[in-house]
């Protein structure tokens, strides 16, 4: 049990001293312990007080085997991935004549980054010196196992798949977490019924605009997921929202046409529907998820062949009318893309409407129409739709 | 231009038979069938009066009329139509003037469907109608609008009796609405599904048929107003008060204040007018069909004379979000519209069922929105535009439809709730506005 005397030592880059009473937040010690895995492993103390960084003085930790055995749990519980034996150990160590726990840490750099579960979400914070800071976007993505994306990108193109052999003619928007994160759906349900669904204004929309947050019947709880709709699996949309945080957007083609030609999609569908779900996203997630949580986006069309888009706003009235509608060009009958997108949260949270307008963009491409026959109502400058009043 | 030149302008079908004036209007009103039923009934000889507000569709509706005679093998030369207020008229034109411009190739064998617009712009022509009718003994198979009930009373209600049918066209209901917006071959009830928005456009934009298809509910409300108060109210009332400006205020107030109970002296105090003045121009804004007042239901009937108080609320829903400073998403205002919408479409079913319309009211805690008696049942109607149902709203209701011994109770309600209300039918608005008599009747689809 006896170590290296940590007392007259400095805090640093793999040094932390906390006081016993720090057993009593094991949060923040997970913090500690989680900011040393994202950088170069180090070791924390409990039991030792510190003034102005430096170690002054050894408190007792009652009970020591018991509070390592405890600690342990707890950072197992709180951090993902969970760390192995090699990864974290809790030891109860003599300094002076004081037991006190000294935690060891030694990260491994295929497992970084390591997240602190908090509130439901992940955080990914890194020590930098003998500070800790939450680590920038970038780092988190390069450090993002390229496995965890490969994961979430296959579960959205078999969730494709299943829609798609479902046979319906509908514009699908799936969203997934890359790392898990955790709705309440259940809670969820109830912000539905109570709120969401009758006040699209929390999403800045009117009810006469096209979004998602309205239903014709109340939400129905399933097995972890919370689902809602209109008039499905008739036309027109339903949307569900599952416990990891995938969310299903799905609406039908019939849908986007309010007037024009036979099967001509009506602009502002098109572009309403999928900001309004990253706006609902935003809502959502915006508890459960970290600004470094990636989110994977892909949209898709079925039985897209045959129907029409035309270039500008409708708003616009005769001009828009001066434009031509444009079939859709491929002689397949759905519309998908290779490579979804992927939004760290960050950028849903700050701007949704242009995570939704990228999307979009890809539609008119599809259909050989340039970004700026997009409807003018999307807003470049700022990035938001703003539909008159 | 004389006379014979507008007649046959406004009667192509003279010229080129084949000729269809309201092709462009492909959506049929309710109240079409019942037209074109009674013109066809040579057995009836009475005449139809259409009545309704300015810009309401009478002439699309007559207009449409006239082509399904045509494509029934109506003789073209045989079918007049001859709107009253066609700019080109520059002196006063009768009925009997109209009728006699009949066109080469008019077989005087045959009957002949005169279809009349605007009719009170026509001097003396109550007699004429009166006239027509009794020696025409249902040869000439007629057709009038009118946009001016005022009018229609100077023309002596006692002596239409036997003589004309009345016929009131509103805005659209929400069923002529979703049928205007959907796809050809599409059910109204399908164009509901795709459309989760239908109600929403159709609380925004109101029932005026000519604005309900603007992309932009704003440049709607912005016609509305523009059109009511210049055509509706500053042209058509300016020969019946001394300044017409004051009657305007007042109707902006009473649609602002659309399903509040009429006080005379409150209007009078907030906008200075007197009472008697006040009391005549509610008078003559209930004659443009604008206005709809409801009397409070008097469970005696002397207890009605003496204390009439009745509710006014604007005849269509859109008056209401184009004449207030409130968004439409504003609770206040939503609230408002779901109030007229709905009185809009129980009006209809009171006719349809020879109904009473009121509302209910012992004291503040103790009110319903709507009582519809019927010769069968009296039922009870309460609006709410509220997200949630509060136990204390449905207590209240539950005391009131005891109060007013109703045989069935009902609240309409735009929220998603969940379960039956004990003692009461929890109707989703929208499925009353897409069939109101069946949702009340217990026959809905």
Redesign the interface.
Known sequence: MNAPHPLRRREDLHLEFKSAEALARPEAIGREVAAMLNADGGEVWIGIREENGTAVEAQSIPDPERAAESLLDSLVDRLNPSPSHAEVQVKPVKVEDKIVLRIDVVPSSNRQPYALIKSGGWHFPRRIGNRIRAMSREEVFNREPEADLEDASRRIREERERIQEAGRDSMCLLLEPACEVAIDVSALADEL???L???P?RIGF?????HFA??????RLGKERVQWG??FP????RAEVRAHGAMLFEC?L??L???GE?REIWPLCLLEYPISAFRLARLILQKPATDETPIIADMAFFGIRGWKLRQGS??D?SLFRIHEAVEYPEPDQDLTWAKPLVFPFTEIRETPDRCGFRLVRRVYEAFGLPETAIPREYDRESGRLVL?? | MDLNAIVEDQNPWWREPTRRTAGRFPVRRDLQGVLLEHVLDLEDRRATVVLGPRQVGKTTLVLQTADDLLDRGWPPHNLTYFDFSDDRILQPVTARQVVDAHPVGFDGEQPRALLLDEIHLAPNWPSWLKQAVDRGGGRDRIVVTDSAASLLREAGRESGQGRWDEHRLEGLSFREFARLMA??EESVE?A??????LL??Y??TGGFPEHV?A????SVRRRLRSDIVERAILRDLAGHVDRVEPVRDLFVYLVQESGAIFSAQGASNVLGPDVRSVRRWISLLEDTFLLVSLPKHAQRASTGLKNPQPKIFAADHGLISAFSVL???EPALRAQAFEAVVFRHLRDVARKLGGELSYFRLRQDLEIDFVLETAEERLALEVTAA??LKAKKLNRLRNAHNALKADRSFLLHG????GEPEGLTALPLQRFLLDPLDSLTGNAR
């Open positions: 019924r109570n709120d669904l009758n006040n204004a009117r009810r006469i605009d096209w309205q239903a014709s019947e109340a939400p209109w008039g008739e036309p027109a949309y039908a019939g849908a046409h309010w007037k036979e409708p708003l009235g008159p009043e | 796809d050809e399908e509901w599904r795709r459309t989760p928005n929403e456009r609380l925004a298809a992309t932009d509910p704003q968004p439409m998403q997200r949630q929220a998603l709730i969940e």
